[in-house]
């Protein structure tokens, strides 16, 4: 992991993020989840924007019929096996790095950065939302009261951490 900015009110570090999409064919969701969710040992998040942790990994959906597995420790995301008739699976770590943020002026900075209000219900801890950071797609997942990740593509990475730390000051 860079440490990219380290004010003593704010942090920015980028790390290599494993992470697989798995999608559920239409009209197969009930089946799906429940597969998906017996091979992952654990329930899955109900609804658009919720999170599960288990194991090493944050389980996060990101659409009615679509998971992010993101690992959090080990240097591969999970790939558990999907059946062909209910959906698919398809690494995304390649192309994404995680900013992880911490410090009290996080959410001042990315204030100026993305169009998530901090204190709603929808950006609460252990929540997750795509929104754009300077016309760029990104995940956005509260980790905590005062710390975020942005799972960003890995193609706009630098320019994105060299705008957050100028923002930063």
Known sequence: MADLATPTDFSLSASDCPLVQIEGWDGTLEKFEASLSQALGTPLPALVGE????????????????????????????????????GCLVPLGEGRVRFTMTGARVPKV????????????????GRALHTSLHHVPVLFVRTGMIDCELIVPRSFATSLSDWIIEIAG
């Open 51 to 86: 999170t599960v942790c288990h194991a090493d990994s944050l389980i996060v959906r990101v659409a009615p019929r679509r998971f992010w597995l993101i690992s959090t420790g080990a240097s591969q995301a999970p790939s558990p096996a999907v059946d062909p008739e209910l």
């Open 110 to 125: 990315l204030s100026a950065c993305i169009v998530v209000d901090w204190h709603s219900p929808a950006a609460a801890p």
